[in-house]
């Protein structure tokens, strides 16, 4: 299995096109950091105490929404505890607003989930595969764990470039515990560990997304199919289940109503009557579904089709 690892990752990096695409997510951080610094530091009012009429107002004003109780919660915890709001634009917010770039990143994966078995075909090297003596089931399971893998390289290229680039343009005065809404209550968390927990999150999507990109891959040994349908349902999910959920309940059980589990996180769900298990599940049945329909289609399929 490890030569077959180390084969695929060989593969993928002699292509010139993972390269550029490490170079976009690097030049997409850099760009966003150089944005901020110069043309768009938030402005805070948090000297002489002025945060603390702010706050108050402010849990006023949404004393009525129930969906702002997480919110509110906070504001009151910082009045309490003399815990004003960052003054700083900081390392670790730069951090934070770059979990959004995740969604770069799953474009760029699901390219690679979506030609490591098609491009195979479509060159004709997956004959010289299946005629070394690895049975099929290997040769696939080798494939995802190197997507895998990939996915993984990219992330914390994201996580680090953005550490990097946050301390130079940033730094880390203001730094501040995460304060976290968990069963009604605000909690002071360890900023490290939030980014971790926000970064595991936001990758759900990534590892759905990229797996139904591998399975289509497999069964239909089309790329551009694959990355067709994969990025159409990343990037227009949401939307369908809006759609959807504002008139059926059945809309829950949709893929995309579960893939962002921060909902929950955040205090509330996108559909009434969901909860973090549920969703789990769901996704669980999903993934399932995904790597059996990816494998039987590679194991049972001639290859001279």
Not at 123 to 148: A, D, E, F, H, Q
Request: glycine share 6%.
């Amino acid at each position: 299995m490890m030569g077959l690892l180390a084969n695929e990752w060989i593969k993928i990096f002699k292509r010139k096109a993972t390269y550029i695409l490490i170079g976009i997510t690097l030049l997409l951080v850099l760009g966003t950091a150089i944005a901020l610094y110069f043309f768009d530091k938030p402005d805070t009012n948090s000297e002489n105490g002025a945060w603390k009429v702010t706050l108050t107002e402010e849990n006023k004003n949404y004393a009525d929404d129930e969906m702002m109780k997480p919110y509110i919660a906070e504001n009151q915890y910082r009045i309490d505890h003399n815990l004003p709001p960052n003054a700083t634009y900081n390392v670790w917010d730069f951090m934070t607003d770059a979990v959004s770039f995740i969604s770069f990143v799953a474009l760029f994966t699901i390219i690679i989930a979506a030609g490591i078995i098609a491009n195979e075909f479509s060159w004709g090297t997956i004959k010289l595969l299946l005629i070394r003596p690895i049975n099929r089931v290997k040769i696939l399971l080798s494939k995802y764990i190197t997507v895998l893998l990939f996915a993984l390289f990219m992330i914390s290229i994201l996580f680090v470039s953005s550490f990097l680039f946050g301390s130079i343009f940033f730094g880390f005065e203001g730094t501040q515990p995460y304060l976290a809404y968990v069963n009604g209550e605000i909690v002071e968390r360890n900023i490290i560990i939030q980014l971790l927990i926000e970064y595991g999150l936001e990758s759900v999507g990534l590892l759905m997304f990229t797996t139904l990109a591998f399975m289509i891959s497999a069964a239909f040994r089309n790329s551009s199919l694959a990355i067709g349908l994969a990025i159409f349902f990343l990037l227009s999910g949401n939307i369908i289940t809006g759609i959807i959920g504002a008139y059926y309940d059945w809309a829950k059980y949709l893929i995309f109503a579960n893939i962002n589990l921060s909902q929950y996180i955040n205090g509330s769900s996108l559909i009434d009557g969901m909860t973090m298990t549920f969703s789990v599940i769901m996704l669980a049945i999903y993934f399932f579904i995904f790597m059996v329909i990816a494998f039987v289609a590679f194991v049972k399929r001639d290859v001279s089709a």
